[in-house]
């Protein structure tokens, strides 16, 4: 049993002054101000002075890093092992295939000596081709909406995933959505170019999630509401946020805030196997060449200046709560609802994760006040220190 105090703790309900948290074990046993918690005999108390305490970053989008995507039972544990030094205690690896599923589950049962795998997020197969000039590559992992191929995924992921995107104009998409319902799957939309009435006919048939709200989908317009304002107004639609600054501009996340809240809007990465690895030029195996420069990626021989050409982000989940708090100006009681509640609930996985508070896995983050990860354990285990 050990104890860990700080001068604020983050729970994210509420911020509390001369916090402590207490963990027996995988759990937290207790949690709260210092006058109202009584640390047991024997246990090993840190005072980590002004520093703070906050619920491990849940990242509900993230394909990779350090050179790896989770394609491997091996590239995942050498994501896994990153990623606590990033401030992230868990993560959905986000895939596209069945076999991608069956070495996700293989890592996870051998275990990665770092984040907690909490589920698996499928982007594709199911998406809307992109159709880029002479870029037939892109489209190359995608299908149809196909009811068995679904099952059979779900299968390989031996239940596990949690979140799935879906081209939502694709014919068959309104009966994948209902299939993926009955699997226990939220269903995403992605990757879409379609209209308002096509999004609202997909949330009739049990949408309830947006894959980063605003990229490599249909902006708002005041007379064409499309996608982006189906998302930003309809409340039974949770959406993911893309939080590096790069993606959206801060003044579009503060307009989806003031839409949705804090309760509503997962803050992610998508961040990419070129994270933690310098800049330069990347192939990727299906021959997209990917050029990395100044921390962002983009598809090679696209205008910077061109919509639909990012290639995921290499940039972490500790920089994005740096960029909510110090460009879109949230507090940390937000910027941690966003980064680990939020992204809990909407998974399903808020039981156990996602807050501190007693009975729930020991994932928790020690920043410093100009919010650098100076440590992080998971499930009680320390996995990083700086
Ligand atoms: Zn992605």
């Not at 779900?154 to 009955?182: C, P, Y």
């Amino acid at each position: 049993m050990f104890a860990l105090k700080a001068k604020t703790l983050v729970t994210p309900y509420r911020v509390i002054e001369d916090g402590v948290v207490v963990v027996d074990g995988e759990q937290i046993k207790y949690v709260g101000s210092s006058q109202n918690v009584c640390i047991p005999e024997g246990c090993e108390v840190t005072d980590l002075g002004d520093k703070i305490l906050a619920p491990g970053c849940i990242d509900i989008h993230h394909h990779g890093a350090v050179g790896c995507r989770a394609w491997t039972a091996e590239g995942v544990k050498k994501i896994g092992a990153f990623l606590p030094s990033t401030g992230c205690t868990s993560w959905l690896p986000t895939v596209n295939d069945a076999e991608h599923c069956r070495q996700i589950m293989q890592a996870k049962r051998e275990g990665t000596g770092g984040a907690d795998i909490a589920g698996i997020h499928m982007e594709g197969p199911f998406l809307a081709p992109k159709n880029l000039p002479g870029k037939p590559e892109v489209d190359a992992h995608l299908r149809k909406p196909d009811l068995k191929l679904l099952e059979q995924i779900q299968e390989a992921a031996e239940g596990n995933v949690l979140l799935m995107g879906v081209g939502i104009e694709v014919e068959g998409a309104l009966e994948l959505i209902r299939g993926m319902r009955r699997l226990g799957i939220v269903p995403s939309v992605a990757h879409t170019k379609t209209d308002y009435a096509t999004f609202m006919k997909a949330v009739d048939a049990g949408l309830r999630h947006a894959t980063h709200l605003y990229n490599v989908m249909t902006g708002l317009h005041h007379r064409r509401p499309n996608v982006v304002g189906g998302v930003l107004t309809c409340d039974e639609v949770t959406t993911e946020l893309i939080g590096d600054g790069f993606h959206v501009h801060p003044v579009a996340m503060d307009i989806a805030i003031r839409c949705k809240g804090v309760g509503k809007i997962a803050l992610i990465t998508d961040q990419s196997e070129l994270a933690g690895l310098p800049d330069g030029r990347y192939e990727r195996p299906n021959g997209v060449a990917i050029i990395k420069k100044d921390g962002i990626c983009r598809m090679e021989g696209f205008d910077e200046k061109t919509d639909n050409t990012m290639a995921g982000s290499s940039l972490t989940i500790d920089h994005n709560v740096r960029t909510m708090v110090n460009k879109v100006g949230l507090s940390l009681k937000e910027v941690f609802t966003m980064a680990a509640l939020t992204p809990a609930t909407i998974v399903g996985i808020n039981k156990t994760k996602g807050s501190l508070e007693p009975g729930k896995d020991a994932d928790i983050v020690v920043w410093s006040k100009d919010l650098v990860v100076e440590a992080a354990y998971v499930k009680g285990q320390k996995r990083y220190s700086r």
